[in-house]
């Protein structure tokens, strides 16, 4: 007892011989609690959008692709197939589980490409692979998880070893963090298990994958047949990596020599879902990107258009 009062005694003396430094320590911590609970139920720091407006979370436009990172190009290739109204939020704010791109729809957040895709098929009805067998779902699938688990940790290890540090990040990302960026990676790829190999078996790796994707393709116009597919925003996502954005002397022209009809699938891809592709890259990081937030106009031209068919010209003179 009498050590709590000798205790309580000391700690009152402290106070009063500091007021300044007390009510410092007093503001702080209250401005730090009331800031807590007025973000309370929103630490992701969802934005505010129009109702049934999805609003992508993702890295800022890229030098050569819309993005940073190709799980938000097949994302928002995606939403763009699938005609859902969406603006984009580029804050760089990660999602739940600590990556991008992630969604939010009327409040409610979702992490991961795949699975914020599988939520709005569910939330909206629609289903891309619709003209699909069970079998054509089945391969899609297959390719799908080809793309998104292996071909990109491929892609990883030669955008962050291979060439020291990826070469469109560099032109916008500080190298101090670029460095600390390459370690996290490095460490990623060796808990991932593509770390472990050497550059000719990643190497060997990676061609078997776009053997695959060849393969798939065949002499179709996308993946799975005249129309594009939920398969076809994954493989395009990644390759736009390979097409656009690849500096190195194993990965820079590998698509574009080896693999033809998979350079002119990306071309395809890229002509008919993005022709707005030159405003929404910044050009070698030369320039800003002028389109970011899709306009409320392209949600009329959607919505009018009963979300049937695909019509890349309405899309394109709609967007601000
Ligand atoms: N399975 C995820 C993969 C997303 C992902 O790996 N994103 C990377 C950028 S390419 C990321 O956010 N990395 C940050 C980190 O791991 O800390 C998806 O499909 O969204």
């Given at each position: 007892m009498q050590f709590v009062e000798r205790v309580t005694d000391a700690?009152?003396?402290?106070?009063?011989?500091?007021?300044?430094?007390?009510?410092?320590?007093?503001?702080?911590t209250t401005a730090h609690f009331l800031q807590r609970?007025?973000?309370?139920?929103?630490?992701?720091?969802?934005?505010?959008?129009?109702p049934d407006t999805v609003v992508l979370y993702q890295l800022p436009r890229g030098p050569y692709t819309p993005s940073l990172t190709p799980f938000a190009v097949k994302l928002e290739t995606y939403l763009r197939l699938a005609k859902i109204p969406y603006q984009n939020d580029m804050k760089m704010k990660s999602s739940s589980k600590g990556k991008f791109p992630w969604i939010s729809y009327n409040g409610e957040a979702v992490a991961d490409s795949q699975i914020s895709m599988e939520f709005l098929n569910t939330k909206l009805g629609i289903d891309l692979n619709k003209g699909l067998t069970d079998v054509e779902r089945a391969q899609a699938h297959a390719v799908q998880v080809m793309v998104d688990e292996h071909l990109y940790w491929c892609l990883v290890y030669f955008r962050w070893v291979y060439?020291?540090?990826?070469?469109?990040?560099?032109?916008?990302?500080?190298?101090?963090?670029?460095?600390?960026?390459?370690?996290?990676?490095?460490?990623?790829?060796?808990?991932?298990?593509?770390?472990?190999?050497?550059t000719e078996e990643i190497k060997k790796k990676l061609i078997q994958d776009l053997e695959a994707l060849s393969a798939q393709l065949g002499d179709k116009k996308f993946l799975m047949g005249d129309n594009p597919t939920e398969v076809d925003c994954s493989a395009f996502g990644m390759l736009t990596v390979l097409v656009f954005s690849s500096h190195d002397d194993i990965t820079g022209t590998i698509v574009k020599e080896r693999f033809?009809?998979?350079?002119?699938?990306?071309?395809?891809?890229?002509?008919?879902?993005w022709p707005d592709w030159d405003e929404c890259i910044?050009?070698?990081?030369?320039?800003?990107?002028?389109?970011?937030?899709?306009?409320?106009?392209?949600?009329?031209?959607?919505?009018?258009?009963?979300?049937?068919?695909?019509?890349?010209?309405?899309?394109?003179?709609?967007?601000?």
């Open positions: 700690v009152t003396t402290w106070v009063f011989n500091h007021p300044y430094v007390t009510t410092g320590v007093v503001a702080i609970l007025a973000h309370r139920g929103n630490k992701l720091g969802i934005v505010e959008a129009p060439e020291k540090y990826a070469h469109s990040l560099a032109l916008v990302v500080p190298k101090y963090v670029l460095f600390f960026m390459k370690r996290k990676v490095k460490q990623q790829l060796y808990a991932q298990g593509t770390g472990r190999h050497s033809p009809s998979l350079y002119r699938y990306t071309m395809r891809m890229k002509e008919t879902v910044t050009k070698g990081a030369t320039v800003k990107a002028t389109k970011i937030v899709i306009s409320h106009r392209l949600i009329k031209v959607m919505l009018a258009d009963g979300r049937s068919g695909f019509d890349s010209h309405a899309l394109a003179g709609s967007m601000i």
